[in-house]
T-cell receptor, first 109, second 112 residues
């Protein structure tokens, strides 16, 4: 099993839609979780950290489910500018972060 | 944002050339990383430095040679590269290992 797994997509949604991505991880001892955003031919940028209690930042909500070992990202009221690849990142022990392969989101007018 | 800078932004080199990529972080972080990202592929971790000491080398060919003179600077020395080494090379830094990383804009390398 891969350390971090994501559905590559693409997820095609219209503007204004709500979309959710999940990411599963294999190391039950993982403590740190993040979502990054990467635009085409650009560097990844930190979108948000994921806390045990979940967290929300504007239209974005991140949740952690330790029992099932997955994290999720919910985007409400999608904008065209949300089109990007979303990377799930998990610490995999040995003080190392592991990046997922990313889920591509395309928001259309 | 100028937290992590990389130079050059673009580089074209022949297979017999020697060049170096430079990364500098202005965030006071203690860990620095080199990643490779080929077209439409995921990030590949190459090297990790923590307090200037290399802690990880992910089976990277010896034609890539990292150098970390202090916690703020990281270099990647390149020699006798292959065309398949053409990719985006990203530098990142973090306060500690396994905490959130901040990336530079990358160097887009083309090997001819």
């Amino acid at each position: 099993r891969k350390e971090v797994e994501q559905d590559p997509g693409p997820f095609n949604v219209p503007e204004g839609a709500t979309v959710a991505f999940n990411c599963t991880y294999s190391n039950s001892a993982s403590q740190s979780f993040f979502w990054y955003r990467q635009d085409c031919r650009k560097e990844p940028k930190l979108l948000m950290s994921v806390y045990s209690s979940g967290n929300e930042d504007g239209r974005f909500t991140a949740q952690l489910n330790r029992a099932s070992q997955y994290i999720s990202l919910l985007i409400r009221d999608s904008k065209l500018s949300d089109s990007a690849t979303y990377l799930c990142v998990v610490n995999a022990g040995f003080q190392k972060l592991v990046f997922g392969t990313g889920t591509r989101l395309l928001v259309s007018p | 944002e100028t937290g992590v800078t990389q130079t050059p932004r673009h580089l074209v080199m022949g297979m017999t050339n020697k060049k170096s990529l430079k990364c500098e972080q202005h965030l006071g972080h203690n860990a620095m990383y080199w990643y490779k990202q080929s077209a439409k592929k995921p990030l590949e971790l190459m090297f990790v430095y923590n307090f200037k000491e290399q802690t990880e080398n992910n089976s990277v060919p010896s034609r890539f040679s990292p150098e970390c003179p202090n916690s703020s600077h990281l270099f990647l020395h390149l020699h006798t590269l292959q065309p398949e080494d053409s990719a985006l090379y990203l530098c990142a830094s973090s306060q500690r290992l396994a905490t959130e990383q901040y990336f530079g804009p990358g160097t887009r390398l083309t090997v001819t």
